[in-house]
């Protein structure tokens, strides 16, 4: 069973920047996915950016240019710098860890940009 922890979020002014991590513990294999999606109420879920650990990035399009997504394999750990937020970024942020026999969402953690 594979545990997640996350940490960052908060609150942030348009153009502000913030953090997102997330570690993750308990993992079986050594290929993984992990990444962030994030959800407004009444909204589906939907992919922000993810990272394998071979290295390959997926960046949701919106954020391309503004979100960096890294990773440290010996920690299982990955980061998400997020930079020019904007309001349309509020949402709650969930971390995601895909590994070939499951999937797992962390608790997530709100992520608020005023104007």
């Known amino acids: 069973q594979v545990q997640l922890v996350e940490s960052g979020g908060g609150l942030v002014h348009t153009g502000g920047s913030l953090r997102l991590s997330c570690a993750a513990s308990?993992?079986?294999?050594?290929?993984?996915?992990m990444g962030w999606y994030r959800q407004v109420p009444g909204n589906q879920r939907e992919l922000v950016a993810t990272i394998s650990s071979f290295g390959r990035v997926t960046l949701e399009d919106s954020v391309k240019g503004r979100f960096t997504i890294s990773r440290d394999n010996l920690k299982t750990t990955v980061h998400l710098q997020m930079n020019d937020l904007k309001p349309e970024d509020t949402a709650i942020y969930y971390c995601y860890f895909n590994e070939p026999d499951n999937s797992y969402w962390g608790q997530g953690t709100q992520v608020t940009v005023s104007s």
């Open positions: 308990g993992r079986t294999y050594s290929y993984y996915t």
